[in-house]
């Protein structure tokens, strides 16, 4: 497919385990951002990567959440300690470039919904 | 920092009839402003966009007109149908910065 995947698409944890969410963006894309999005809230922006490397990783919420990203393909999510205040739908997007382009569009994914008891 | 506010919904219509959801801004310079909408069960994709004052952004029966002196990109539509119940989200760009995204407004049009 030529969209942005993310896997799993859901994910049900108790609270205190790690969790790793993927993003595959779209090939050619060198810019993916992470997003959160509560039940009913707008999206939280957490991270985002241009190539390999993370300019802006103002959003993560506190230091139980991490991201890398390989090259300019998968990212990973990693939440540690999982929380209850965790369950969200995390939501990935890619675009061409996080620069010089002024209006690139994001592509988003179709979220992974974690769920922590 | 930049922020977007959306009207607060959900907002319920009839069939055929005009939607506006209200959007503002704040911001620093000239940003791109964006609306993207969430259908049932799928991802965002964006619904239409707009670079700078004045411009006015279209798609699928679909407007916003990007309002400089009001700092607004209200999206508007004259006759909505049935399909398009979804959730609508305001978003903007400041050049080199991150996407800021509104908290969305759930519209539900009934037959």
């Known amino acids: 497919g030529a969209g942005v995947s993310q896997s799993p698409s859901n994910k049900v944890t108790e609270k205190g385990k790690d969790v790793e969410l993927r993003c595959d963006p779209i090939s050619g894309h060198t810019a993916l951002y992470w997003y959160r999005q509560r039940l009913g809230q707008g999206l939280e922006f957490l991270i985002y990567f241009q190539g390999n490397s993370a300019p802006d990783k103002s959003g993560l919420p506190s230091d139980r959440f991490s991201a890398e990203r390989t090259g300019e393909s998968v990212s990973t999510l990693t939440i540690q300690r999982t929380q209850q205040e965790d369950s969200a739908v995390y939501l990935c997007a890619s675009s061409l470039s996080a620069s010089g382009e002024k209006y690139n569009e994001q592509f988003f994914g179709p979220g992974t919904r974690l769920t922590v008891l | 920092g930049d922020s977007v506010t959306q009207m607060e919904g959900p907002v319920t219509l009839s069939e055929e009839a005009f939607l506006t959801i209200n959007c503002t801004y704040t911001?620093?310079?000239?940003?791109?402003l964006f609306w993207y909408v969430q259908y049932p069960g799928e991802g965002l994709q964006l619904l239409l966009k707009?670079?700078?004052?004045?411009d006015k952004g279209s798609n699928k029966g679909f407007e916003a007109t990007y309002r400089k002196e009001t700092t607004s990109f209200h999206l508007e539509k004259g006759s909505v149908q049935v399909s398009d119940s979804a959730v609508y989200f305001c978003?903007?760009?400041?050049?080199?910065?991150?996407?800021?995204f509104g908290p969305g407004t759930r519209l539900s049009v009934l037959p």
């Open positions: 911001a620093t310079g000239y940003p791109s």
């Open positions: 978003a903007l760009m400041s050049y080199g910065q991150n996407f800021v």
């Open positions: 707009a670079t700078k004052a004045d």
